[in-house]
Antibody
Framework: EVQLVESGGGLVQPGGSLRLSCAAS????????MSWVRQVPGKGLEWVAN????????YYVDSVKGRFTISRDNAKNALYLQMNSLRADDTAVYYC???????????WGQGILVTVSS | QSVLTQPPSASGTPGQRVTISCSGS????????VYWYQQLPGTAPKLLIY???QRPSGVPDRFSGSKSGTSASLAISGLRSEDEADYYC???????????FGGGTKLTVL
């Protein structure tokens, strides 16, 4: 069974940094594209970034380019999202997700809340 | 404003058939697969339909997807109370180089 467990969320001040982690199990992590998707509470879904199996291709939504960095450690079955220069509008539940390929999402973690506020 | 356009709400009575539309453009739905997700209240989204019309194992055949040109639809037949949820469509966008979602449709079972 595919399991994705996020950690590292919490309250951070505007301009601050936070690193999200996702522990993956139940599948061969190194064989799949992985993604981060976020959702402002009560609002819709927004794709944030994805990364190829070997990390050689990465895509970001325009609103986080230059501030967020997605990475992975296939030896540890872990996905990361380094978030810098955080803004109030980054406040959301962040989901770790496994993809079929670069263009899709098949499985979701339970999500973790990031709150950017002073 | 979402790149893919969905109606904000839909409703039906138990046993009815309802459809939810998703409208896009040539750079997303027109040239890539469409995916549908169901999000029950307070839970993470779940894949409902992949590659336009394929159902993952465990998804009832009451759920079906279709695509034509730059639009797609999710149909739910034999509506049940447990189908009350938010539904999202998604596709890759070749111009934006990213996954784009619809704004979501809240389905109410009357």
């Amino acid at each position: 069974e595919v399991q994705l467990v996020e950690s590292g969320g919490g309250l951070v001040q505007p301009g601050g940094s936070l690193r999200l982690s996702c522990a993956a199990s139940g599948f061969t992590f190194s064989s799949y594209w992985m993604s981060w998707v976020r959702q402002v509470p009560g609002k819709g879904l927004e794709w944030v970034a994805n990364i190829k199996e070997d990390g050689s291709e990465i895509y970001y939504v325009d609103s986080v380019k230059g501030r967020f960095t997605i990475s992975r450690d296939n030896a540890k079955n872990a996905l990361y999202l380094q978030m810098n220069s955080l803004r109030a509008d980054d406040t959301a539940v962040y989901y770790c997700a496994r993809s079929f390929d670069y263009s899709s999402i098949s499985h979701w973690g339970q999500g973790i809340l990031v709150t950017v506020s002073s | 404003q979402s790149v893919l356009t969905q109606p904000p709400s839909a409703s039906g009575t138990p046993g009815q058939r309802v459809t939810i539309s998703c409208s896009g453009s040539s750079s997303n739905i027109g040239s890539n697969y469409v995916y549908w997700y169901q999000q029950l209240p307070g839970t993470a989204p779940k894949l409902l339909i992949y590659r336009n019309n394929q159902r993952p194992s465990g998804v009832p055949d009451r759920f079906s997807g279709s695509k034509s040109g730059t639009s797609a639809s999710l149909a739910i037949s034999g509506l049940r109370s447990e189908d009350e949820a938010d539904y999202y469509c998604a596709a890759w966008d070749d111009r934006l180089r990213g996954v784009v979602f619809g704004g979501g449709t809240k389905l109410t079972v009357l």
